[in-house]
């Protein structure tokens, strides 16, 4: 069931909720951000008003932003939270998201969390994600040869839409097969595009530095593991799962003054990206919870809650639909389609 705009507004409206909104009482809204848009280092991404604009309603709205780390010591311990409480969190720790988002955040006295691979921090690594991205955005081919399991084809991407969807396919095909294949055929896309990949992050892919990340730790702006070098933890060998997430943690604990001891998987889908491997080298790291990027609600009271891969929203760009993932509507909708 889609809802219109209006029919969110409607269920969505003062009234509505003050009788409506304590069903959500024992369920949380964590939103997954990712990067901000930047036009002159050409970086798509949220804008800087929405958030402001997002963080104006909750305001406004009486609902309370509390931290990743507030709301995992809530399920260990018990102890209740604000009934209308929300998180964010804002993953890979790119420059852009420090200097957009998090003035915004701090100025609201909002929580956040920053989830950091921490090569970005530590050799300026840039993952082959991001090098895929980045070599069809400056290629001057127009068409590539690809072969994607179902023989070789001519792929044409006369405009940067398409491109975008290239990428997105190719991205998703690549998730799937083994780390080390990803990065070779991402090296051979490059060669063959004739672009060159940089060994260190390039400019639109700037991480925030270690000494950056220390100068921003503050009561609402804390910083969270993301593996090292960014991989899909499903494709690596148990070696490279243990030394990515031990090693991140580390990083963090060596760098910042309160890491919060919660991780956060790349890519995030549980059974996809993740599984029962990467929860327990979590577990055993000493870490008390791990972020997942399935879409969901974080339960309070729930009985066998797996505090190793608690759901998140993507954060959505319009304002309707913030406020269903905020409000009882999202969580109603959720019940409905359960039964
Ligand atoms: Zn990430």
Not at 295 to 310: C, D, F, I, S, T
Request: net charge neutral.
């Amino acid at each position: 069931m889609m809802l219109s705009k209006a029919a969110i507004s409607l269920l969505t409206s003062g009234p509505v909720c003050k009788v409506l909104q304590p069903l959500r009482k024992n369920v949380v809204p964590v939103f997954l951000l990712h990067r901000f848009a930047d036009e002159s280092r050409g970086i798509k991404g949220h804008s800087q008003a929405h958030l402001e604009a997002a963080l104006t309603y909750l305001k406004r709205n009486d609902y309370t932003v509390v931290s990743v780390r507030q709301v995992v010591e809530a399920l260990i311990s018990g102890d209740a939270l604000p009934p209308k409480a929300v998180a964010f969190t804002l993953d890979d720790g790119f420059y852009d998201q420090a200097k957009t988002a998090l003035p915004v955040f701090e100025s609201y006295q909002a929580p956040v969390t920053l989830f950091l691979a921490t090569d970005m921090q530590d050799h300026r690594y840039w993952s082959w994600d991001y090098k895929l991205e980045y070599a069809f955005k400056h290629t001057r081919h127009q068409s590539l040869e690809l072969d994607l399991g179902n023989g070789a084809t001519y792929v044409a991407f006369a405009n940067s839409e398409d491109k975008r969807n290239l990428v997105r396919t190719l991205r998703n095909h690549h998730k799937r097969v083994p780390n080390e294949v990803a990065e070779a055929a991402i090296e051979s896309f490059s060669k063959r595009l004739e672009v060159d990949l940089p060994k260190a992050a390039p400019d639109e892919y700037q991480p925030i530095s270690w000494e950056q990340a220390r100068s921003l730790e503050s009561r609402f702006i804390e910083f969270g593991p993301h593996t090292q070098r960014h991989p899909i933890l499903a494709q690596v060998s148990d070696e490279e799962a243990k030394k990515e997430i031990i090693g991140s943690w580390n990083a963090l604990q060596t760098n910042m003054a309160n890491p919060v001891p919660v991780f956060c998987y790349p890519s995030g889908r549980e059974g996809i990206d993740f599984g029962v491997r990467e929860q327990e080298i979590v577990k055993q790291a000493g870490l008390i919870g791990a972020l997942s990027a399935d879409p969901g609600y974080v339960r309070l009271k729930e009985a066998n809650n797996n505090l190793y891969a608690l759901k998140r929203f993507s954060f959505p760009d319009d304002m309707a639909h913030f406020k269903q993932y905020c409000s009882w509507l999202e969580y109603a909708k959720e019940r409905m389609s359960r039964r």
